[in-house]
């Protein structure tokens, strides 16, 4: 019931996880006074699963969202416990940071910068509706009875929308961490017109550290040098993770207890990730894996609970101690946060533009789970997208769009709103067509002429940003112009990366296109090198070296921004383009596709309907 | 979609005629031209099965003969479908037709109803594409190699390749994107091992591209020899009463330029036969001049040179072999002339030194023609095929093939260049092109050109 009215905010964002507070941020530095709603103020930027920020593919968003102006990763460079360079055997293009972080700090950090935000209030109140009028967003009303009266609204509701805890046969309302659920939300969703769908996640059982046998464990210290996101710096690790593994008995102990989950009971009803899987899933659809790695890791500075990697369950609590107990190093370990199961209310993203905008409702976005995704770092760049575009529109500009070719964040975006999910989407690094030109080290000269667009790129950072590119040009063109003339020392070179000895100098960079000769192997040799940054030093190394494939990467880019780059106009009747398939027809005049390229990713759209369509856009245009 | 019709079977005296209409208005129309003898309407008969009754135009009967009625999807072109049996005869035939016509159908485009077959998920592309081959089919051999396409053979192999390349590509990322499941990374020599052995079946597959266009589109052929070693009378022979000519091309046969002749399974294109024919004395090396010679020796895909048997080789047979002498792979050296004298010894021992395929006959009596054969289709690389459905009998096919090649050499490549993630971006790309074989990702020209070939009707 509405007992009185606020007009005093622009935009409202409705919860405080990582898209929720992207959003807000985005919009309020803006100059929109926006309203960020929260539950519980205590756990605005919660990391209810796991204690760390980047991973695969996920590293990569935390680059892009710092590139466009976003937060993730200063805050998380502030939270570091240690961080960790993935896959650096493999090629430049899947490095991929993650860090373990203080789950504390990382909230203190974010609500301080929240709270420090000119233009942004953060609000703790339940949102039961959100009003809209004609196909428009009016303004959103909380339970004790305020109607923000607004332009925009962002939902960014995580697993809290309808959040269902499960434990074994143990079901209760509640949202992460036990925090309540926001219940009437859905309902008002619903009958403005949003189609909803029902997804579950988990997380895994946190013990005392001081029950840990850390003794028999392998530890993983953090990298030597401790790279972060935002800062250019490196940071200092503070804590170690450790590496343990489930046994036979642990795989017996489940197998005996399969018919209590409620994954195999039918109590979960909601459509989990097929790449998160719980133990049970593990042991059952891997039967023949003798043990599963775990990783046993710090909660954050100040506490001694620690979280267990690997271990996610649903199953009861006296199981979920019994399976714990059967594994090395945790025979003693007392459980300090039971595992759970967790099913939610989320939309169907197919529903929204690539701006995160509702098709059908003018003004209402999307971010994070609620538009089916997975993981903090997907959450916080649909909700950095939402809140820029939600702020440009009101602003009447052009949208900020990123495409597939341009960034992991505009990969994630066009898969879900064209493909659509039926599972909590992940961002991995094979989901990219384009990885080689989409890596962590070039995520500024991709991004931040963006970011800048939106106003979120001070002049200051823009100027390092240019002094910085300046730097590797400079560099790339010193290296190609460059000869090394022949010496022992080189002759050396040559023959320790298995190479014949050159019979006469060599320019570097054409040393350094050879596998196995780096740049740091030619230090000394390599006379005219001057004082650059290893961060810049990096990039020049790798533009060298991968240039021959770059070169073919964005051949392909040119191609995919052909098909981009022809535009279907939005009021076409599919139905009366000769020779398209009734279903086609219907699903394209549901999606609504924006280009070709767009209409040729949407599922149960051949290639003979695209065809159709080029065929009739060329008739069209005679 | 509109509702069409066309005649099915071919024009002219067969002893009937199929009239095909499809759409969704296709037994409402048929209801308007086909009255089935037990006054039950198409429109409410069971699919599947034939109906006696009276073909009308109007009120007027013009035929009668039997319909069979597919209900949608379970027909060819995935509509609702009527075929209408009726007399053969180009007269009659026309008649039905155009009794359909007036009554609502509109007329089949070419390739339409395969076309709309595809469209609706019935056929993939190269089973279509086999179809166009079924019905273009020249030589006997073409009509099995599309029959067992059509059954999806090649497909499948093709489809067998890019599962093992996804399955590659996807051990690559699962160790990558699952950095923390202590999986069992593939290490570069198991990729590369697979890679190649992946080639190599491509390679296989590419191969039979040359014995899959000469038994389809044909091989571009030329007759060379010096004057009076017989050619007319081979020409005579490839074209021989048993073997009919196969196409006539545009005016008289003194106009000919290109003979397309089936012999022995493969469709050669004899160029320049009018000049062989008219002449009987050409020589290539006297009368068209050493440069027009090269040229036609260098336009040709197979060559057949003809020596007189009957004598020691001449300096001008030693020019002809000179000619061919980077040719020797694509050439039957031809020694003519074995009613009349045991062949010289001295000729063909030179020949068997350049030459792979030498064939004695006598073009007079057609003696040593199946050797002949048996020559023409080992240079168009029959030996190549692995087994009939597994033929690559269309360029676009063939060209989808070899860029799917071209990416996986650029992945052992990058196997040694870069790394394993890079690889697999190659791999990736290959499988697309691979894709493309099937269709699964066609391009609109892909699919126009397909379709363009069909003739109306099929």
Redesign the interface.
């Known amino acids: 019931m509405i007992t009185y009215t606020n007009k005093n905010y622009n935009i409202a964002v409705i919860g405080a996880g990582h898209a929720g507070c992207e959003a807000a941020l985005a919009a309020a530095r803006m100059g929109f006074r926006t309203v960020l709603f929260t539950l519980t103020m205590d756990l605005v930027a919660n990391l209810p699963c796991n204690p760390s920020i980047g991973g695969?593919?996920k590293g990569h968003i935390v680059f892009e969202i710092d590139a466009l102006g976003g937060t993730m990763g200063k805050i998380a460079d502030g939270a570091m416990l240690q961080s960790r360079m993935?896959?650096v055997s493999?090629?430049p293009?899947?490095h991929s940071l993650r860090m373990q972080a203080d789950r504390v700090r990382y909230r203190e950090l974010m609500r301080h910068e929240l709270e420090s935000c000119p233009n942004l209030l953060l609000s703790q109140a339940e949102v039961v509706e959100v009003k809209t009028e004609n196909g428009k967003v009016r303004g959103v009303v909380t339970k004790t009875g305020a109607f923000y009266e607004c332009d925009a609204v962002i939902v960014t509701t995580g697993t809290s929308l309808g959040g269902r805890i499960i434990i074994g046969e143990c079901v209760y309302s509640a949202g992460p961490d036990n925090t309540v659920a926001a219940t009437e939300l859905t309902k008002s969703l619903l009958s403005a017109g949003v189609k909803m769908q029902r997804f579950k996640t988990g997380t895994p059982p946190r013990v005392h550290s001081d029950s840990i046998d850390y003794s028999v464990m392998e530890r993983q210290p953090g990298d030597e040098r401790a790279v972060l996101f935002s800062s250019k710096e490196y940071g200092v690790n503070k804590n170690d993770c450790f590496v343990t593994?489930t046994n036979e008995k642990t795989h017996q102990i489940i197998k005996d207890n399969l018919h209590r989950s409620p994954l195999f009971s039918g109590i979960i009803e909601g459509v989990g990730a097929r790449?998160c899987p719980s133990i049970e899933d593990k042991v059952t659809r891997f039967a023949d894996k003798e043990?599963?790695?775990l990783?046993i890791e710090p909660m954050g500075e100040n506490t001694k609970e620690m979280y267990i990697?690997?271990l996610s369950s649903s199953m009861p609590e006296e199981v979920q101690m019994q399976i714990i107990k059967s594994i090395k190093g945790l025979e003693n370990a007392v459980v300090m946060r039971t595992a759970y199961a967790i099913e939610y209310d989320c939309c169907d993203p197919t529903q929204l533009y690539p701006t995160l905008e509702f098709k059908e409702i003018k003004g209402l976005y999307g971010a994070g789970q609620f538009n089916g995704t997975s993981g903090y770092e997907e959450a916080a760049a649909q909700g950095l997208v939402a809140g820029i575009n939600a702020a440009l529109k009101l602003q009447g500009r052009e949208p900020m769009i990123i495409d597939r070719s341009e960034g992991y964040i505009g990969t994630l975006i066009d898969d879900i709103v064209i493909k659509g999910t039926n599972e909590p989407y992940r961002m991995?690094?094979?989901r990219s067509?384009y990885?080689?030109v989409l890596r962590q080290d070039n995520a500024e000269e991709r991004l931040i002429e963006k970011g800048r667009y939106a106003g979120l790129i001070d002049d200051e950072r823009y100027s390092r940003f240019l002094a910085d590119k300046n730097a590797l040009e400079a560099e790339v063109e010193r290296l190609r112009r460059q000869t090394l003339p022949l010496s022992e020392g080189l002759k050396k070179v040559f023959t320790d990366a298995g190479f014949e000895e050159p019979s006469g100098g060599i320019k570097i960079a054409e040393a350094l296109?050879r596998?196995g000769i780096t740049y740091e192997a030619l230090g000394e040799l390599d006379k005219g090198r001057g004082d650059v940054p290893e961060y810049i030093r990096n990039k020049a190394e790798i533009e060298i070296?991968?240039e021959?494939?770059i070169k073919k990467?964005l051949a392909q880019i040119e191609q995919f921004k052909k098909l981009e780059s022809k535009q279907l106009p939005a009021d076409i009747d599919y139905s009366k383009i000769?020779?398209i398939?009734i279903e086609a027809a219907q699903k394209l005049a549901k999606n609504r596709p924006a280009s070709v390229g767009q209409a040729s990713r949407i599922s149960g759209i051949?290639?003979?309907?695209?065809?159709?369509l080029?065929?009739w856009l060329q008739q069209r245009g005679r | 979609?509109s509702t069409v019709a066309a005649i099915s079977t071919p024009v002219g005296k067969g002893g009937i005629a199929v009239i095909r209409i499809s759409g969704d208005a296709a037994t409402e129309i048929a209801d308007r031209v086909f009255l089935p003898a037990n006054k039950k309407p198409l429109s409410e008969t069971e699919a599947d099965r034939a109906v006696y009754g009276g073909i009308f135009c109007g009120k007027t009967q013009i035929d009668d003969g039997i319909a069979v009625v597919f209900k949608a999807p379970r027909s060819f072109t995935g509509e609702d479908t009527v075929e209408i049996s009726c007399h053969g005869g180009v007269l009659i035939t026309k008649r039905v037709l155009e009794a359909v016509f007036a009554a609502g159908a509109h007329p089949a485009g070419a390739g339409e109803f395969t076309k709309r077959a595809?469209?609706?998920?019935k056929l993939s592309l190269s089973e279509a594409e086999a179809i166009g081959g079924l019905i273009d089919a020249k030589t006997d051999k073409y009509i099995s190699v599309s029959l067992a396409q059509s059954k999806g053979s090649l497909g499948k192999a093709v489809k067998a390749l890019s599962d093992r390349l996804v399955f590659l590509?996807?051990s690559v990322?699962a160790f990558?994107?699952?950095?923390?499941?202590?999986m069992t990374d593939v290490s570069v020599e198991e990729m590369r091992k697979e890679l190649n052995s992946i080639l190599y079946r491509l390679d296989e597959l590419i191969s039979t591209h040359r014995y899959g266009k000469a038994i389809s589109e044909g091989v571009d052929t030329a007759i060379v020899g010096k004057p009076n070693t017989g050619k007319s009378s081979l020409l005579n022979m490839l074209c021989g009463e048993d073997r009919a000519i196969v196409t006539d091309i545009a005016g008289t046969t003194r106009d000919i330029v290109t003979e397309q002749v089936n012999f022995g399974g493969v469709l050669l294109r004899l160029s320049d036969t009018a000049g062989i024919r008219q002449t009987g004395t050409d020589s290539i090396v006297e009368e068209i001049g050493i440069n027009k010679s090269k040229k036609k020796i260098s336009d040709a895909e197979v060559l057949l040179a003809v020596f007189d048997g009957s004598m020691p080789p001449s300096s001008e047979d030693r020019e002809l072999m000179m000619l061919l002498a980077d040719r020797r792979e694509d050439t039957v050296a031809i020694v003519n002339k074995t009613d009349i004298l045991e062949p010289n010894s001295e000729l063909l021992a030179e020949l068997r030194e350049k030459f792979k395929g030498v064939v004695k006959i006598s073009a007079k009596t057609g003696e040593g023609a199946e050797r002949l054969q048996m020559e023409i289709e080992e240079i168009c690389g029959k030996r190549n095929r692995v087994s009939e459905g597994e033929i690559v009998t269309s360029a676009r096919q063939n060209a989808a093939l070899l860029k799917a090649r071209g990416f996986i050499a650029s992945a052992l490549e990058?196997l040694?260049?870069?790394?394993?993630?890079?690889a697999s971006?190659d791999i990736?790309n290959a499988v697309a092109a691979l894709d493309e074989v099937d269709?699964?990702?066609?391009?609109?020209q892909?699919?126009?050109e397909i379709f363009s070939k069909f003739c109306v009707g099929k």
């Open positions: 695969t593919g993935l896959n493999k090629g293009a899947v593994y790449y043990r599963h790695q990783f990697q690997g991995m690094t094979s067509e990885r080689l296109k596998p070296k991968y021959g494939y990467q000769k020779g398939r051949s290639p003979a309907d695209v065809s159709v080029l065929i | 979609m595809f469209l609706n998920g590509a996807a990322y990558i994107d699952y950095p923390d499941e202590d990058s040694s260049l870069y790394t394993q993630d890079i971006l990736e269709a699964r990702v066609a391009s609109e892909i699919v126009n």
